[in-house]
């Protein structure tokens, strides 16, 4: 069978692109038109000869990498995306070839399992109370919950209907009260809008809290706005804080907010997508003082945590709301059975759910819970090193100290400069980098995320951004 012997090529190949890509041989982003990449991949002429294996499907491979954006070099700074761990890719090889729909557990015992023994790490390192093991015992004590799925939209998403579930009850049948509203501040992911509408709140009725001018929570007004909410007649599903903020990295102050949430016993909500990484990290945990407070909280492990895409946790406090969230009819699936585990298919949107848990527990398991912080607070490190250097040129701009591996950025000149420095940029190839809104301005923005990005790679990104303005600049003249 020509499996393995593909498998090993494939596997070589890889080995090279890993090779090419962190020794910055080739370049960190090559974008050419679909119709260019189409061409040159032959997907015609596959599509209608089969045969795709053996040499044509080297070939394949090797010009199909050619175009992708390598995640592995040093330069890719510019999006929140783990770089992945080796081992935790041969995960997805694995969970690709078993493709155990895992969300009932006879498709799949194994990875229920590890993705029962997950969730039950990350409850417990927020310290919240995991699951208990014996599945007879569910509910019967309080514990929380929680359940690996398809990104942190996806996840977030099923955080607020459980929340909205557990506010108005009769919204899941009878549709939703016009009276109900989260509180979030703009600076949150666009997900918690777009959640909003998908949940019948309606994306008018996401109230934006006070922020100072970095887009941060400012718990001092917390009360009036919520006192404005209530004597106008509104009911709060949720409020929603940063941990943290996609745009800056900044974290907003999760311990007064929790405080003042449980007083009012409203459901809060940490979008930790990117930031709740700090619960592996005894350095960057007080970044998360008082999360334990919240109700639910999201956690990327496709970000920091090294993971290959998708996979994000969803994590409650309590079990109830989330147990009660998705119970349907479907004979064929729901039904009295004799099994020794536990369904995830009653906590999750998906039907057909794949074996997330593999590849985040491979990650964590090659580098190891040390390995893990180390990375993570090299990262900060860097991104704060960074900051001390940009910050000290005079033509450059930092509106904030960094908090996480994100950092923005300007030089001396327009909006319209710093974006055609990024197209500039991503021309060349040798460094990804993004952009970002803030404080009505236009910015560049880092993610350090590559654990082989060097303060050589930041001293040479800031001079190519420098090289480029005054191209920019000499070009207007
Ligand atoms: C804070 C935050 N929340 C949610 C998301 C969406 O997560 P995903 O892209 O995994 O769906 C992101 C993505 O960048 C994010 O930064």
């Known amino acids: 069978m020509s499996f393995t012997k593909d498998a090993r090529d494939i596997i070589d190949q890889l080995s090279v692109y890993l090779h090419q890509s962190r020794s910055k041989e080739k370049r960190a982003v090559n974008l050419q038109t679909i119709r260019h990449i189409q061409e040159h991949l032959g997907l015609e002429q596959y599509l209608c000869d089969g045969g795709l294996s053996g040499e044509t499907l080297n070939r394949f491979v090797e010009t199909y990498l050619g175009f992708t954006t390598r995640l592995h070099h040093p330069g890719f700074m510019a999006h929140q995306v783990g770089v992945p761990h080796p081992t935790g890719a041969l995960a997805s090889l694995i969970d690709g070839f078993t493709n155990n729909a895992m969300a009932i557990y006879e498709m799949g015992p194994a990875a229920s399992a590890i993705e029962f023994f997950l969730i039950n790490t990350l409850l417990t390192k927020i310290g919240w109370v995991p699951m208990p093991d014996d599945i007879t015992q569910r509910l019967e004590t309080d514990h929380g919950a929680g359940v690996l799925t398809h990104g942190g939209s996806l996840a977030n998403l099923t955080a607020l ?56 929570i400012i718990t001092e007004k917390l009360d009036a706005i919520y006192e404005k909410i209530r004597s106008q007649g509104k009911q709060v599903v949720a409020l929603v804080a940063n941990a943290c903020a996609t ?9 007064a907010i929790g405080t003042f949430c449980s007083d009012r016993r409203i459901w809060f909500h940490i979008d930790g997508a990117h930031g709740a990484c700090a619960l592996f990290s005894k350095k960057m945990r007080p970044l998360l003082h008082g999360v334990e407070k919240a109700d639910s909280i999201v956690l990327d492990a496709h970000k920091m945590l090294r993971t290959p895409l998708l996979c994000a946790a969803l994590l409650l406090k309590n079990a109830r709301p989330l147990d009660c969230n998705f119970e349907h009819t479907a004979s064929y699936l729901f039904h009295d059975k004799l099994q020794p585990g536990f369904d995830f298919i009653g906590q999750t949107i998906e039907c057909t759910k794949a074996g997330l848990g593999l590849k985040f527990y491979f990650t964590l398991a090659a580098l190891g819970e040390k390995g893990i912080s180390q990375y993570l607070e090299q990262t900060q490190a860097l991104t704060l090193n ?20 994100i950092l923005c950025f300007r030089i ?49 990104l800031i001079q190519e951004v420098r090289k480029l303005a005054h191209t920019a600049e000499n070009k207007e003249i």
């Open 161 to 216: 209907l459980a929340a909205r579930n557990q506010l108005a009850p009769e919204a899941r049948e009878g549709g939703t009260p016009g009276n109900l509203v989260i509180l979030a501040p703009e600076s949150s992911h666009y997900i918690i809008s777009k959640s909003a509408g998908i949940i019948g709140v309606g994306e008018k009725n996401v109230v934006p809290l006070p922020t100072d001018d970095l887009g941060r």
């Open 386 to 405: 960074a900051h001390e250097f940009i910050s000290k040129a005079p033509d450059f701009d930092c509106p904030y100290v960094p908090q996480s591996n």
């Open 247 to 255: 745009g800056t990295g900044l974290y907003d102050d999760l311990n």
């Open 412 to 460: 001396t000149g327009s909006d319209d400069l710093q974006l055609e420095i990024r197209d500039r940029l991503m021309a060349l190839g040798h460094y990804h980098i993004s952009s970002t809104m803030l404080k009505d301005r236009r910015y560049l923005r880092i993610v350090i995320i590559s654990p082989d990005t060097r303060f050589e790679d930041i001293e040479q």
